[in-house]
């Protein structure tokens, strides 16, 4: 046991770094509807990017060692497809307010309510993504230490921006500071919480592949939100431009973070 407490901390210090982008929140004037048009911009920026360049290449490196080339990549497909699945069921399930429907231009207060909603949702999908991340900085830093300590750095940069993606949409919708933080520690503390029952669950019941499958399945939960809940938001409350701003600056920063890996 005491060669997992290093590999915990350093996975702790990952996921706690989301708190960082919670925090950012209290530099951002509650109202600006264009730093909001922005940040959604930014959230959607992150997600598509950290799946498509980063969680679907590894779990397709993961699976080939089982499935070889041509199965690894139907495997991702189905994973991907499923990840999909199950973000249309999360919109079945927590659909928007009713009344939205039947008024031209919703209210201040359905407005909120939608943003809160894109918000929870956003948490749950880095809490989802989390999850595998942690198991992985968890099971590299227990190999090599030496290894994990930069693997740990790198994931707590690119968290960073998850927790402002957490964070915005949910301080906005109610004005609460605090809630907005207590969202990213949530998210980020699921990356220590993964670690530990990734490890369990793979020593007694679950097979190796099935972090591959999981990692793609996240990957489609995360884009599904991004085109679906988060880029609409960010354009009925911006400019266009605005929104490219976002995207841009979230894939940059999300590039940048991965080079360290």
Do not use: W
Not at 195 to 212: A, F, W, Y
């Amino acid at each position: 046991m005491k060669s997992y407490i290093l590999p915990l901390i350093l996975t702790l210090f990952a996921g706690m770094s989301t708190l960082v982008g919670g925090f950012i929140t209290f530099f951002i004037k509650r109202n600006n509807l264009q730093a909001l048009s922005v940040g959604l911009g930014f959230s959607a920026g992150v997600m598509v990017y950290v799946s498509l360049s980063e969680l679907v290449p590894n779990s397709e490196m993961i699976l080939k060692n089982y499935y070889g080339l041509f199965g690894s990549k139907a495997m991702v497909f189905g994973g991907f497809l499923f990840g999909v699945i199950i973000a249309v069921l999360i919109d079945y399930f927590i659909p928007d307010h009713i009344e939205d429907d039947f008024l031209g231009s919703p209210t201040k207060k359905q407005q909120r309510r939608r943003i809160k909603r894109a918000g929870l949702i956003t948490a749950l999908a880095v809490t989802l993504h989390n999850l595998p991340e942690g198991m992985a900085t968890f099971l590299v830093s227990s190999q090599d230490l030496a290894l994990g300590i930069p693997v740990a750095i790198a994931i707590a940069i690119h968290n960073i921006p998850e927790g402002i993606a957490i964070a915005l949409p949910i301080f906005h919708s109610t004005g609460k500071k605090r809630l907005a933080v207590l969202y990213s520690f949530l998210s980020g503390i699921s990356e220590p919480v993964g670690g530990l029952i990734g490890v369990i669950l793979l020593k007694t019941i679950l097979p190796e592949q099935s972090v591959g499958i999981m990692t793609a399945a996240v990957a489609g939960i995360m884009v599904y939100l991004s085109f679906d809940t988060l880029l609409p938001l960010a354009r009925e409350y911006g400019e266009n431009h605005h929104v490219i701003i976002g995207i841009i600056t979230g894939m940059l920063i999300m590039s940048f973070s991965l080079i360290f890996l």
